[in-house]
């Protein structure tokens, strides 16, 4: 079963950037879809962006649209979150889920990794 570790997270001043990692282990990501999650302090957690097996992006949150973006190598098994232009309401914990396609409701995912923090403060 693929498991998946979230990285590079930390504290970045407003218009920064960071890449975040989503990396596997116990299997190939090559044919799964990746998605990124987030959930900010009080607030429900949310889909962010998604890549498909095939390289094609899904953007579920219009207000990373501009700044994020995804891409994978799959030599490494590791999917990234560029996050550029950051601002302080993207503060969030991030999480990165598999599934055979894009899906970006919580009732597809069972289990979630401990995140990687992202906060945004000057």
């Known amino acids: 079963q693929v498991q998946l570790v979230e990285s590079g997270g930390g504290l970045v001043q407003p218009g920064g950037s960071l890449r975040l990692s989503c990396t596997a282990s116990?299997?190939?990501?090559?044919?799964?879809?990746i998605g990124w999650f987030r959930q900010a302090p009080g607030k429900e957690r949310e889909a962010v962006l998604c890549?498909?097996?095939?390289?094609?992006?899904?953007y579920y949150a219009d207000s990373v649209k501009g700044r994020f973006t995804i891409s994978r190598d799959n030599a490494k098994n590791t999917v990234y979150l560029q996050m550029n232009s950051l601002k302080p309401e993207d503060t969030a914990v991030y999480y990165c889920?598999?599934?055979?396609?894009?899906?970006?409701?919580?009732?597809?995912?069972?289990?979630w990794g401990q995140g990687t923090q992202v906060t945004v403060s000057s």
């Open positions: 889920q598999a599934h055979e396609i894009c899906l970006g409701g919580l009732q597809w995912y069972d289990s």
């Open positions: 116990g299997g190939t990501l090559d044919y799964f879809a």
């Open positions: 890549i498909s097996d095939s390289d094609e992006s899904t």
